[in-house]
């Protein structure tokens, strides 16, 4: 599956927008293997007809646009982008003298942008982080070579699978609370099919449909109690520090 993906689309997009949506329906996958096993034959051939009718192309662009609405919501709830509040000299992530060098990295770097002190981020926080973003907006470019900063490029692509995710969090809710239903339902008909089989071998022949069953549980409870603001959060801290780091990696090289 990942091989035909990979022929169509790039790294970024099959980890970072398919890979949320085949984790969030991948209880129903289970549940039907469990119990249709012909099923098995039908899923392999069919991601072939999805890409080449575009509806593979379709589910990207419909999580891409999901992703970018939540990271707003979120953003407006943090304060900004992780990226620029990590540079403020209000924000405590940093240490103040790694976020000092960075600074002076930053304004070497780019000609007239003159990154705010304490003083003047006190005066004019809103013109601040637009020196903030704009700073960030170079650094991205700058690191767009993945064999160069191939760390920068594995944290961007975890935040982007977190944020996605988040942003289909109620589709891989209701998908798991269904399997959980519908696997409920078909182990607890091959316990009623025969009385006078014990229930002990009835559910050794079934241990897949179980298995399905208590996977579909752990992922209802992981969207439930997981997947939130603060998984989300992490992963852009990550990447705000691992994209921040590369000042320094430059500087040695």
């Known amino acids: 599956m990942l091989k035909e993906l990979g022929k169509n689309f790039d790294y970024y997009t099959i980890n970072a927008r398919f890979m949320p949506a085949f984790f969030s329906v991948l209880p129903f996958v289970l549940t039907m293997l469990a119990w249709c096993p012909s099923s098995k034959s039908i899923l392999g051939g069919s991601l072939t007809i999805l890409i080449s ?4 192309t379709f589910i990207s662009t419909f999580i891409s646009n999901l992703g970018n609405k939540c990271q707003e919501k979120l953003f407006s709830i943090w304060g900004g982008p992780p990226t620029t509040t990590i540079l403020r000299h209000r924000d405590q992530v940093l240490d103040k003298y790694t976020k000092q060098r960075y600074h002076k990295w930053l304004d ?10 304490v003083d003047d981020e006190i005066k004019d ?14 650094l991205r470019e700058f690191t767009r ?3 160069k900063y191939p760390a920068v490029f594995r944290d961007n692509v975890a935040y ?6 988040l942003a289909i969090r109620m589709i ?15 182990i607890w008909s091959a316990l009623g099919i025969s ?6 071998v ?4 079934h241990m897949f449909g179980i298995g399905s069953e208590l996977a579909s549980t752990i992922f209802f409870f992981t969207f439930l109690f997981i997947i939130n603001d603060g998984f989300v959060k992490a992963r852009g801290l990550r990447y705000a520090k691992t994209l921040l780091e590369s000042c320094e990696v430059d500087e040695k090289n």
């Open 53 to 56: 009718f575009g509806v593979m």
């Open 108 to 117: 070497r770097k780019i000609d007239e942008l003159n990154l705010p002190d």
């Open 125 to 138: 926080q809103t013109d601040s982080d637009l020196k903030y973003q704009s700073a960030i907006n170079f």
């Open 145 to 147: 070579d993945k064999t």
């Open 160 to 165: 982007g699978f977190a944020r996605n995710l």
């Open 172 to 186: 891989g809710m209701l998908v798991a609370l269904m399997c959980v239903v519908i696997n409920f339902y078909f």
């Open 195 to 200: 009385e006078s089989s014990e229930s002990s």
């Open 202 to 205: 009835i559910l050794k022949n």
